[in-house]
């Protein structure tokens, strides 16, 4: 299951154990800790704790697709703001994005920077222009791990300074 990061929200769904007919464990938050997945939530059946599990056993990981797939689309909206923002003018050498959220709650990108003479109203309409091009021009997606170098290759070059160097971006 998918962990949280990069300011989308991690997986939600249910562990089963013994190949489909074993204990059932429901799987609320998944995080990385000290280069560990963790899988947190709760077993439906009384003292499964005990018996469910053991390093080795086969268990069925199913997500819940519906809300992975909003999530990765959330996701993908904010990477296309920063694509916007850089078409209309101010991208990385003039706003770099610093940190976003991707929820269905609450989706942002902030910006860091500085923009002498900014017409807010100018860009927002700018970039609500832009971005209706983009989405009607379509585009291809794609979801991958990759080293550092291939991840700015793709990205025209260059990474945000926010994605650490030697890194394997996902």
């Known amino acids: 299951a998918y962990p949280a990061g990069g300011g989308q929200p991690s997986d939600a769904g249910r562990i089963v154990g013994g190949g489909g007919g ?4 429901t799987v609320q ?3 990385v800790v000290d280069g560990s997945v963790l899988h947190l939530g709760t077993f439906h059946e009384e003292g ?3 018996q469910a599990f053991a390093p080795g ?3 069925t990981v199913h997500i819940d697709a519906d809300r992975r797939l909003l999530n990765a689309r959330i996701h993908s909206g904010g990477h296309l703001l920063d694509v916007a923002m850089t078409n209309v003018g101010f991208g990385p050498g003039v706003l770099v994005p610093a940190k976003g ?9 902030e910006y860091t920077g500085k923009a002498e003479g900014l017409d807010k109203d100018k860009l927002m309409a700018d970039l609500k222009a832009e971005m209706s091009r983009l989405v009607a ?3 291809r997606s794609a979801a991958g791990i990759m ?3 291939a991840a700015a290759e793709a990205c025209g070059g260059s990474l945000p300074p926010y994605i650490p160097l030697g890194s394997s971006p996902r």
């Open 22 to 25: 074993g204990v059932t464990f």
């Open 29 to 31: 938050d998944v995080k």
């Open 48 to 50: 499964a704790e005990a």
């Open 57 to 59: 056993a086969d268990v």
């Open 101 to 109: 959220l991707h929820t269905p709650e609450q989706a942002y990108v």
């Open 137 to 139: 021009a379509g585009g």
């Open 147 to 149: 080293t550092y170098d």
